[in-house]
């Protein structure tokens, strides 16, 4: 094979170009418009960029149809340099409060909630009209009290007493929540009761026969609870098969000033046995207490002596009965509470009583009135609003006596149904 001149080689060069360029033009011809000027692009990349124009230039904007992009190439490419690796602490990512873990812990990939109620389109009826409604989904944080009557009645109202132009319309009124209480309704005025001021008579809310699915009625849960009041009035039946409540039961105050006796016998004090129980608004007893030593101190070792040296006595060690229900007690706190207690409290115990939040002393003993920490206890029970009653039984006697308790025939007790039968 001839070895190739200069000549020759010049020949193939522009014979290469040629074919090149004639495969760009091919290209072309099979509109793959893209490829060409991609490789125009990447050869314009490496010109300067004050270069960027003339022919090549208009011919890419020509082709593209817009501004050619240099943005991709070379010079615009950051370095590839390693950065720094990410100051995390070792153990699962999601603790990081930046981090959060539904997207970054594959491990337990918890979805987010998808609604709780989507909104539904319902079939109303209203004001003899047919009209399609989506109601709002409740909201959690504002309770709306669907069973109440009142609400109904003062929606009624407002509508009754508000003159026909300024009545609000008809569309906003389907679509606002309480309007579901009315859904299934029809509403009956009664224009005469209406005029003679009698608003709660003069409208009547009756369920609507037409639409299948229908609430409760109000009135038949009235009906069914009346029903009930009579027949556990019912006189004339015998204990047992009666349904009415039994009579002599004890009052709050009986039970709880007996529950701060009853703890009292727990107490080892010889001279003074103290009990205290206190009870919040909703007559739960939230503590209990009575004067004992205190916890690591052996009652037995202690000295439960009122005279002699006063390291020697009592007063020095043991724990006043009101101290200790407030210390016992089983809730947050014992704000607006009472207490019953046997004895008048101590000027101590009335400290206590006061800081605690408790609102009332009901006691049964005033023995030590005259005593200085008594007359101190009143003065400040009163200047902190703390008010004091003497507790008056309505049963002078209350008696448990187990040995006299019948545990078979217990008339607490339901009596047990046959079931041989
Ligand atoms: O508010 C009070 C006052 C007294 N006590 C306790 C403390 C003692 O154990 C006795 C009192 O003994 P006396 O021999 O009657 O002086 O009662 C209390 O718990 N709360």
């Not at 817009?66 to 991709?72: A, G, K, L, Q, T």
């Not at 615009?76 to 950065?83: I, K, M, N, V």
Request: proline share 8%; with cysteine.
């Amino acid at each position: 094979m001839p070895r190739p001149t200069q000549h020759s080689q010049k020949a193939v060069d522009y014979a290469n170009l040629e074919t090149g360029a004639t495969f760009h033009r091919q290209v072309i011809c099979k509109c793959n418009i893209l490829v060409y000027t991609r490789e125009m692009q990447c050869n314009l990349a490496n010109v300067e960029k004050s270069k960027r124009v003339g022919l090549v230039y208009y011919w890419m904007k020509f082709l593209l149809g817009r501004e050619p992009i240099y943005s991709r190439y070379k010079e615009q490419l950051s370095p590839l340099t390693p950065t720094e690796p990410p100051s995390l602490p070792p153990g699962t990512h999601s603790v990081l409060a930046c981090n959060y873990y539904y997207e970054r812990d594959g491990r337990r990939e918890v979805k987010p909630p998808v609604g709780i109620r989507p909104p539904d389109v319902r079939h109303v009826k209203f004001r003899r009209r047919e009209t399609y409604c989506v109601p709002r989904a409740p909201t959690p944080g504002k309770v709306f009290f669907w069973d109440s009557y009142v609400t109904h009645l003062s929606r009624l109202d407002r509508r009754v007493h508000c003159p026909r132009e300024e009545e609000p319309k008809e569309e906003e009124e389907t679509c606002k929540p309480p309007f579901w209480r009315f859904e299934y309704s029809v509403l009956h005025i009664n224009r005469e009761k209406m005029e003679a001021g009698d608003a709660s008579q003069s409208i009547q809310c009756v369920p609507d026969s037409s639409v299948p699915e229908v609430r409760e009625p109000r009135a038949n849960l009235e009906a069914a609870l009346q029903a009930l009041s009579v027949s556990a009035s019912r006189e004339g039946e015998s204990a047992g098969s009666s349904s009415a409540p039994r009579a002599n039961y004890i009052s709050w105050d009986d039970l709880f000033m007996s529950s701060a006796f009853l703890i009292a016998m727990r107490s080892k004090d010889p001279v003074t046995q103290v009990g205290a129980c206190i009870v919040n608004e909703e007559n739960k007893i939230v503590g209990m207490g009575y004067n004992g030593m205190p916890i690591g101190c052996d009652d037995k070792v202690f000295p439960w002596g009122k005279t002699g040296e006063v390291l020697q006595t009592k007063f020095m060690y043991v724990c006043h009965a009101e101290m200790n229900a407030v210390l016992n007690k089983n809730s947050a706190d014992v704000k607006k509470c009472r207490i019953y207690v046997g004895l008048f409290p101590c000027n101590e115990c009335a400290k206590i009583i006061i800081q605690s939040g408790i609102k009332e002393v009901i006691f049964l003993s005033d023995k030590n009135k005259t005593k200085p920490e008594t007359v101190a206890s009143k003065i400040m029970f009163e200047a902190a609003g703390v008010t004091y009653r003497r507790y008056v039984p309505k049963n002078s006697k209350i008696t448990i006596d187990f040995s006299k308790i019948d545990w078979g025939n217990m008339s607490q007790l339901p009596t047990s149904p046959d079931k041989s039968t």
